[in-house]
């Protein structure tokens, strides 16, 4: 009865893809733009972060090798950053009770899948037969995988000061380049270059030609065999309060985004010289219910070393344009191993990591009052037990963990289908300001897994099919000093944001968000500085829509509002326009902004997400009085031949100069230009 009932939904999910596929991508969805707007998601919250380039990543990755969702696991499923581990496990719960799925459009029958989700999933997501598959030999893997090369180039089209007077070492360039071959989701190896603008090219200390240099080799879902990676890798286990390598998200306009999504290990192919290891990594299915993995690290780092080895501060920067970074670059070593062993049930999993490392050199950190804690050695050890329970439509999560001197820290979580229409966030998390875990990215209101306890509430309600909202409240105080406050102090973050969807080619939101804390202040009436709140709200509005056939349209408009203690308020206002338009007659694709912001300093800022090429993304601080404009076309001459161009232009009311130092522009804009060039063989 079940199999009938499943048939029958198969073949309703089937008409309506045959009815609604062509309209909603060729309409709305491209790749490309769905990526984006899922980066676009998870940006909104946080100010620029690198970390959005691991997300980025695997997106595209899926996007060219679409996941077969009847033989995924759960760790596969949420690795496209879209679900959550209920979610996954939903999806995983049907299949075993119903048979694998006939098309991806049967998802929006998965318990906690919205239609919304559903279409997100589309682009990077298959439903191929499972018992058809045919495991692949060595050779069709080295010969029938896909070769992609890419090369881009990016300059300010201005005179910076630093090129002028002789300040950066190399031209102002920047250059990327990066080829990979990919083989379904077994196999993987690749290679990326890159030098950012300043820095030399085949000259003083880059003789090789550039800057910075990362290859991998992947073999994965082979037999007993999960993962085995050589060269550069990055880690990610239980909730983050150990090891947590990669790149995370802090908290989204996704009330169940509050629960991390670990990855294991995976190759690493970016171009950020911080959020990666370097060396070998293996995770193997013991049996059906243990999976062991273990990996070594050896790396050189920056650092501001002198002769004797002696520094005081690791330099995150990546960039080595002047000959002061370029003696900084590569100066000590840091070596790091680690294992994690995890045992999985149908509803629970329990996992075990360890992990040690050290840094080469003598570490002496400049000590100051609020960072008396903070790690101050060379040498460092971390052990964390972490959980996973899912109780009918309930998810429960945590991680407990302990430093090598004795701090500790715990994480607590809940997500909970409590109503057909809503769902129910609880997160405490609680670290003592002495612990210590050099590669932990837990969640955190502080940035840092040290020093904080928290609770999180939050819910995500849905009124009617058409219409999500999203709150949460977050309150957290500090035991110790940080870096921004001279006493021991405390905040809460408060969100409110509906989304409303009339019909499949517009969304519209609208975001309130409240954020206090305790910080250091100045007081005209006080000669030194005194602990005070700092307030920040945001009110913001968003709207998506498709004009046309291929035209689509997204208009924005933010108000933000800063209060420092007793100082007068700040304010900023963003207006926002994009356009996006896929040429029928010609393989040509526009994509266009223009912005007018004014925002009395940088306290006031905003950030927006921006278009931009192939495996790029860019997330500006507006701030200032000024407009800013970019144009984005992608052409397609031939079927595997891509071309990017990128240009983007600030322009400033309120100055007669750009940047500062080095990177003054003695202009009241600045110009960005970008080309990207695509082969896939």
Not at 15 to 33: D, E, N
Not at 257 to 266: D, E, L, T, W
Not at 315 to 327: D, E, N, R, V, Y
Not at 604 to 622: I, Q
Request: proline content about 3%; some cysteine.
């Amino acid at each position: 009865m079940k199999r009938h009932a499943h048939t029958l939904r198969a073949a309703i999910s089937l008409t309506m893809a045959a009815a609604c596929a062509a309209p909603a991508f060729s309409q709305a969805v491209t790749v490309q733009k769905a990526i984006e707007s899922i980066v676009e998601e998870a940006s909104t919250l946080e100010d620029a972060d690198v970390t959005l380039e691991v997300m980025y990543e695997q997106l595209t990755s899926y996007a060219a090798n679409p996941l077969n969702l009847n033989t995924a696991s759960e760790a596969e499923l949420l690795r496209l950053c879209v679900l959550n581990e209920f979610q996954a496990a939903s999806i995983r719960e049907y299949i075993a009770q119903n048979g694998e799925m006939q098309t991806p459009y049967e998802l929006q029958y998965v318990h906690g899948i919205t239609q919304e989700m559903m279409m997100k999933l589309l682009p990077f997501v298959a439903t191929l037969p499972g018992e058809d598959l045919q495991k692949p030999s060595l050779r069709q893997m080295l010969t029938k995988g896909q070769h992609l090369l890419l090369a881009r180039a990016m300059q300010t089209a201005e005179e910076q000061a630093g090129y002028k007077n002789g300040y950066y070492l190399g031209s102002k360039q920047a250059l990327y380049a990066r080829y990979r071959y990919t083989f379904s989701n077994k196999l993987q190896w690749g290679v990326t270059a890159d030098k950012d603008a300043g820095e030399p090219f085949g000259k003083s200390g880059n003789e090789a030609g550039f800057d910075f240099y990362s290859g991998h080799l992947q073999v994965a879902n082979t037999g007993a065999l999960r993962t085995l990676v050589l060269g550069d890798f990055y880690a990610q286990f239980g909730q983050g309060l150990s090891l947590w390598k990669g790149g995370t998200m802090g908290k989204s306009s996704d009330a169940f985004s509050i629960a991390k999504r670990g990855n294991g290990v995976a190759a690493y192919s970016g171009a950020n010289e911080n959020l990666f290891f370097r060396g070998a990594a293996a995770s193997v299915n013991v049996s059906k219910t243990v999976t062991a993995t273990a990996f070594f690290s050896y790396k050189d780092v920056d650092a501001n070393a002198d002769t004797l080895g002696v520094f005081s501060t690791l330099q995150t920067s990546g960039l080595h344009a002047t000959p002061k970074a370029m003696g900084e670059k590569d100066a000590v070593s840091e070596m790091a191993a680690g294992a994690n062993v995890s045992y999985r049930m149908t509803k629970l999993r329990i996992g075990v990591t360890g992990l040690w490392h050290k840094l080469g050199g003598s570490y002496q950190r400049n000590v100051h009052p609020y960072s008396y804690y903070e790690l101050n050695k060379n040498e460092n050890a971390n052990l964390s037990a972490d959980y996973r329970w899912f109780i009918k439509k309930t998810y429960l999560f945590g991680e407990f963990g302990v430093s090598q001197n004795g701090g500790l820290a715990a994480l607590n979580g809940c997500l909970a289908d409590i109503a057909p229409r809503m769902q129910l966030a609880l997160l405490h998390r609680y670290y003592q300001p002495q612990y210590q875990a050099y590669y932990a990215a837990a969640f955190a209101e502080s940035g840092k897994t040290a020093n904080e306890n928290g609770f999180y509430i939050g819910a995500n309600i849905f009124p009617h099919p058409k219409v999500k909202t999203t709150l949460y409240f977050d309150a957290y105080t500090f035991a110790w000093l940080r870096y921004k406050a001279m006493a021991p102090s405390k905040g809460f973050d408060f969100l409110l944001q509906t989304d409303y969807t009339p019909q499949p080619l517009c969304k519209m939101s609208l975001r309130l968000r409240y954020d206090t804390k305790e910080e250091n202040v100045a007081d005209e009436l006080i000669p030194t500085k005194t602990t005070d709140a700092v307030e920040k709200i945001n009110l913001r509005y968003n709207i998506t829509y498709s004009l046309l056939a291929g035209l689509d349209c997204e208009t924005h408009a933010e108000v933000a509002l800063y209060k420092a203690g007793t100082q007068e308020r700040e304010r900023g206002v963003l207006v926002f326009q994009d356009a996006q338009y896929k040429l029928r007659q010609l393989p040509l694709s526009v994509s266009l902004r223009y912005a007018i912001f004014g925002a009395d300093s940088y306290a006031s800022r905003m950030y927006a997400y921006e278009s931009d090429v192939l495996y790029a993304f860019s997330v500006p601080a507006y701030y200032g009085q000024g407009s800013r404009w970019y144009v984005n076309l992608h052409w397609q001459p031939l079927d595997r031949l891509d071309v990017w161009l990128r240009c983007a232009q600030t322009y400033y009311y309120d100055r007669d100069v750009v940047g500062s130092d080095a990177t003054q522009i003695n202009a009241n804009h600045r110009t960005d230009v970008k080309l990207q060039l695509k082969i896939t063989l």
